[in-house]
């Protein structure tokens, strides 16, 4: 019986483990594991047996990946990690995504510079997807702030979603042997022509398992001459895309959440697009629970001023328990834990290092 909250923290100084029971009362922190070396992506497989995965950045030995088979008391190193052939050209920067494949054993890989490496065994060995690494488009792709990144790995049967910053969204429906632009009304604030077929800055895409054909992106938006670019809607599996962004107060952020239990609501964090911060240094994180017809505003109990931090693509996430816990932690390296679905919110940590990425699962 599931009866444990287990949160992975991925920052920029480690991996930190928060551990709690389902009423969540108090967190219990582990780490770092891999101390003083960035985290940008981690993973809690619940697939069999509970294993964690996280990316460790090592500016002077590579990338590693760490997994953990105890719930994070300990991690060890896979065998391998991605690399690029030794004739690509291309070398490694970093791990900007981790997901589960279709197999028991199976994950995916996203990195910087942006492609996509497959595994089959746990992470000890990796092959790299040609059909979206070497795409034809490939080469017009250019770095966002962040780098040439394939952030995000959403997958639905034999339909693989993957946002590239700044490449836009992909999509095969053959099980990732051919991938295709699908950015149909994702627009792009940046270049001359404001729709283009790719090149978009995708900032994250998100799905509930029960909505089939139904997505929400994160874009970049922000554009005062190209309003409500930025938070998108898909009913058609990504096919085409529409604005869902009026009544926020920014159409420019990082993150994209859905309810575990509710495909129809939804989470952003909007951020002045200048600063990347929160609104005139008020923190709120905003709320849909019609799919983005409109939005209402969570701030109890987070700062009423002064709260200048940026929530990253990867930073926000919300547990599966009957009465889910939402999380999101910042470039200040404060966790928060929104209770009752963000209506109550609450610092776990308050002084931990920037925060990349937050995962969540109950366990």
Same mark, same amino acid.
Request: charged share 25%.
């Given at each position: 019986m599931?009866?444990?909250?287990?949160?992975?923290?991925?920052?920029?100084?480690g991996?930190?483990?928060?551990?709690?029971?389902?009423?969540?009362?108090?967190?219990?922190l582990?780490g770092?594991?891999?101390?003083?070396?960035?985290v940008y992506?981690?993973?809690?497989?619940?697939?069999?047996?509970?294993?964690?995965?996280?990316?460790?950045?090592?500016?002077w030995?590579?990338m590693?990946?760490?997994?953990?088979?105890?719930l994070g008391?300990?991690f060890?190193?896979t065998?391998?990690?991605?690399?690029?052939?030794?004739?690509?050209?291309?070398s490694?920067?970093n791990?900007?995504a981790?997901?589960?494949?279709?197999?028991?054993?199976?994950?995916?890989?996203?990195?910087e510079?942006?492609?996509l490496?497959?595994s089959?065994?746990?992470?000890?060995?990796?092959?790299?997807?040609?059909?979206?690494?070497?795409?034809?488009?490939?080469?017009?792709? @250019?770095? $966002?702030?962040?780098?040439?990144?394939?952030?995000?790995?959403? #997958?639905?049967? !034999?339909?693989? *979603?993957?946002?590239? =910053?700044?490449?836009?969204h992909?999509?095969?429906?053959?099980?990732?042997?051919t991938?295709?632009?699908?950015?149909?009304?994702?627009?792009?604030?940046?270049?001359?022509?404001?729709?283009?077929?790719?090149?978009?800055?995708?900032?994250k895409?998100?799905?509930?398992?029960?909505?089939p054909?139904?997505?929400?992106?994160?874009? @970049?938006? $922000?554009?005062?001459?190209?309003?409500g670019?930025g938070?998108? #809607?898909?009913? !058609?599996?990504? *096919?085409?895309?529409? =604005?869902?962004?009026?009544?926020?107060?920014?159409?420019?952020?990082?993150?994209?959440?859905?309810?575990?239990?509710?495909?129809?609501?939804?989470?952003?964090?909007?951020?002045?697009?200048?600063?990347?911060?929160?609104?005139e240094?008020?923190?709120?994180v905003w709320?849909?629970?019609?799919?983005?017809?409109?939005?209402?505003k969570?701030?109890?109990g987070l700062?009423?001023?002064?709260?200048?931090?940026?929530?990253?693509? !990867?930073?926000?996430?919300?547990?599966?328990?009957?009465?889910?816990?939402v999380?999101?932690?910042?470039?200040?390296?404060?966790?928060w834990?929104?209770?009752?679905g963000g209506?109550g919110?609450?610092?776990?940590?308050?002084?931990l290092?920037?925060?990349?990425c937050?995962?969540?699962?109950?366990?």
């Open positions: 599931a009866d444990r909250v287990v949160l992975c923290i991925g920052t920029k100084k991996l930190f483990v928060a551990e709690a029971s389902k009423s969540r009362g108090r967190f219990e582990r770092p594991f891999g101390s003083g070396v960035a992506s981690a993973l809690i497989d619940t697939r069999k047996s509970p294993r964690l995965f996280a990316s460790s950045c090592n500016a030995f590579g590693k990946l760490l997994t953990s088979t105890d008391k300990k060890k190193e065998k391998s990690a991605p690399a690029f052939p030794g004739k690509d050209g291309r490694l920067a791990i900007w981790l997901e589960a494949g279709p197999g028991s054993k199976d994950l995916y890989a996203g990195v510079p942006a492609a490496f497959h089959e065994d746990g992470g000890n060995s990796w092959e790299m997807i040609s059909g979206i690494s070497n795409h034809k488009h490939s080469k017009d792709w @250019h770095p $966002g702030a962040g780098g040439l990144c394939l952030h995000t790995i959403v #997958r639905d049967g !034999d339909r693989i *979603h993957l946002g590239i =910053s700044t490449g836009g992909y999509l095969s429906e053959d099980g990732g042997k991938f295709d632009a699908a950015n149909d009304g994702v627009g792009a604030g940046f270049v001359p022509n404001p729709y283009p077929e790719f090149g978009q800055c995708v900032h895409i998100a799905r509930h398992p029960a909505a054909g139904r997505l929400y992106m994160q874009n @970049h938006g $922000g554009w005062p001459d190209r309003p670019i938070v998108l #809607r898909s009913d !058609d599996y990504g *096919h085409t895309w529409e =604005s869902i962004a009026e009544g926020l107060p920014s159409d420019f952020g990082f993150p994209i959440v859905v309810h575990p239990h509710d495909p129809e609501t939804i989470y952003v964090v909007p951020l002045e697009p200048s600063t990347r911060t929160c609104p240094g008020k923190p709120a709320r849909s629970t019609n799919g983005g017809r409109k939005w209402k969570l701030t109890k700062p009423k001023k002064d709260g200048f931090f940026t929530v990253l693509r !990867d930073a926000m996430t919300i547990d599966s328990c009957d009465s889910p816990a999380y999101f932690g910042t470039t200040t390296g404060q966790l834990m929104g209770n009752e209506d919110w609450t610092c776990l940590f308050e002084s290092p920037p925060i990349n937050v995962k969540a699962a109950v366990i």
